[in-house]
């Protein structure tokens, strides 16, 4: 980038005028609280500019022409033409012309003196409103609703009546273009559209060119385009940019913008005045896009933009807008200056984002504005000056190698774009200097372009190894937005059992795209974990990460067991781990966890010379051991376990038995069919809710025992009781019978196993006991 250096003084000089945003409404003094003028209601104005006049009509219920200064004020009345309408400037502009419709009369005044210099009866009832001087004539549109004409007043002063052929329903409104010319143009609203003549007009002859109804509703006014080729017709409820050729009637292309408003008129240069979008008025040219600005006429304060209420000054530099109350009264003026200057709205902004101190930098500014470019223009016209300030230029460098990107779709105006290094310290600014051209007006604005360190961001992708005493890598990577300084350094702490509190392995360079590589040969198995810390250098802020790495570890001999399986309430357990060989540590954790429980610490402690720790357990319930070994520097941590069971203890009884026997070495139980019932009860000790008892009883017959009947998984007693009951009747007289029970626990959090009752042996004899 290419500066050229330049004082405070030079840069002041140069700044000059310049330093402010130039933006919608700011190219011009236009003043939106308006001049509230000394007359009751309005009616036309037009604009003396060699005399430095602004005429203005109030219509019916004033008495006078109000005559105002350029700018709206220094107000004086022309005292003497009631009921003053339509007005008109002869084409030297010597005279003023006013109808005067409640006088039947046209009043011609001297534009030197103010004085009214000659009168013309226009015919009694013929009410004359509408003027228009075309071809070296004074024109009038007169008559009532229902009875409307054309009449004519000559340099001669002859009034001359139904100068048009045709018949008008109502008063026809006249208009023609703003220089002076032979075209003229009538018009009057017929229903819901409007009925519109064109003429040709040659001394006091009218010829016509065209007659047209159109569609609109809600005439108000209508004007002649400067070159007179053209008319634009306003309406609000049938709002549109149609062209309608002067020579035809017919639609011939578009307007730039919608003929919206109350009234509309013409400049000399062409230029048309407005649309009233959202409640303004808007300048812009006849073809083309865009407009130049917007002006308000006083919505916001109860005021609208009358029929007839837009004037041009003849070098274009002022619009006059006027604004009424809803009953047409209270006339408020407000005048735009410089109307055809459309605004220019700089934009600019760093396309490097973030921006870090010493970074490379492209500024870009563009433009906005209401007036788009013409045909075949490929960038705003003017010139752009762009300033750079930093700490090291605090008086301002311009840059002299701007380049420029043509205006596209997504940049209608253009661009300028500088490019650079960004400060190591202190702001960064540009201010943008556009000179204006044309219709476009100067801007200038300052653009801080904001430099602050940034954390780029670092990442650790890849992890290769993995094992102990073998070579680990790990690949890293930090990454900037764009295009960055190379500067800082990596840093790399590593923590690991060994080292709870880490240390550092020192610094790793990284590539100049951010890209880094680490090794290391872990001596230590278990969580190594590596910390990356980017300090940042002198451009940007501090960053970190980390991988943890799970460094493999060989798995110790490690066991757990008891001195049985299976134990009776009340028992006690020898339990014992037994470690094999480790690297620095021999310590175990033995645990145990009865069930339905959680798990309970039972030992803690050195494995002796052994490799065993041993603990002992008084036994509840079934119960599951484990042994843990936390791991060592090489030995991975790991847990066993092992289960016991819980035997409950069972009771046996028989109801009502009358005497015992012996068959070989077997006791049996003796019963009579006369005692009814036999019992059997059984107790099961420790039992669970849910736990249940089974009942089998067998018959000896043919060499073996044969299962008679049974009962199946019978819940116990709440005091872990079971009484089973069977009718003597049923059992064979004088054979042998056997019976026994078997406690199954519950099929879910089973705090103890099943178990068998021993057999009881019994017969039963027919009768009673002798």
Known sequence: MKLARFSSSTAAALLLGLTTVVGPGAVDSYAASGIPLPIAHFAHMVVDAPHGHLFISGGAGTDGILVTDLDGGNPTT????????????????????????????????????????????????????????????????????????????????????????????????????????????????????????????????????????????????????????????????????????????????????????????????????????????????????????????????????????????????????????????????????????????????????????????????????????????????GTVRITRYDDADPDGVLVQDATTTRANVADFFGSYHVAGTAPLSGPLSFHVDYSGSGHYAPAGQTFDVPVAKYAPTIALPYVTGGGRAAPLTITGKLAWPHAHVTTGAVHVVKTDPAHPSGYSMGTVPFTADGGFTFHDVPQTGGANTYAFSYDGGTSYLPVSTWATVDVSRATPSLSVATDAKAYRPGATVKVTAHLGTTYNSRSVTLYDQPAGASRVRLKSGRVDAHGNLVASYKVSRNTVFSAAFTGDYRYAPRTVTTGTTLTPTVRTQTQYPISTTRVGSTTYQVFYKSEINMGFNVQVNPHQSGGCMTVYVEHYYSGAWHQSTSESCVPLYSDGWYGYARALKLFTSNDRFRIRGHYTPPAKGAQASGVWTQWTYLTVRPGSPS
């Not at 009631?82 to 030297?92: E, K």
Request: charged fraction near 15%; hydrophobic fraction near 35%; charge should be negative.
């Open 78 to 381: 022309i005292g003497g033409e009631p009921g003053a309408t339509g007005l008109a400037l002869s084409d030297d502009g010597s005279a003023l012309y006013a109808a005067l419709p409640g006088q039947d009369a046209i009043a011609a005044i001297s534009t030197n003196t103010l004085t009214e210099s000659a009168r013309y009866d226009t015919g009694t009832g013929t009410r004359p409103d509408s003027l228009a001087v075309a071809g070296g004539t004074l024109w009038f549109g007169y008559g009532t609703a229902g009875d409307g004409g054309i009449g004519s007043v000559d340099t001669a002063g002859t009034v001359t009546l139904r100068q048009d052929s045709g018949s008008w329903p109502a008063p026809p409104m006249l208009t023609t273009t703003p220089t002076p010319s032979g075209v003229l143009a009538a018009a009057a609203q017929t229903g819901d559209t409007s009925a519109v003549v064109t003429y040709r007009a040659e001394g006091d002859a009218l010829t016509r060119q065209a007659a047209k109804a159109l569609p609109v509703p809600d005439l108000s006014d209508f004007a002649v385009t400067a070159d007179g080729r053209h008319l634009a017709v306003s309406s609000w409820v049938h709002a549109s940019a149609d062209r309608y050729r002067t020579s035809d009637l017919a639609v011939d292309g578009r307007f730039t913008e919608m003929v919206a408003s109350k009234a509309v008129a013409v400049a000399p240069d062409g230029t048309l005045a407005g649309c009233g979008c959202n409640y303004e008025v808007r300048p812009f040219p006849e073809t083309g896009e865009g407009f130049y600005n917007d002006y308000d006429y006083g919505y916001g304060y109860g005021l609208s933009l009358p029929a007839h209420g837009l004037a041009w000054s003849p070098d274009e530099t002022r619009l006059y807008i006027m604004g009424v109350d809803d009953s047409g009264g209270t006339p408020t003026l407000r005048v735009a200056r410089d109307p055809e200057t459309a605004w220019v709205l700089l934009k600019g902004v760093s396309t490097t984002t973030p921006l870090a101190p010493g970074e490379a930098y492209a500024f870009r500014t563009s433009f906005n504005s209401p007036l788009d470019l013409g045909a075949g223009v490929s960038i705003i016209p």
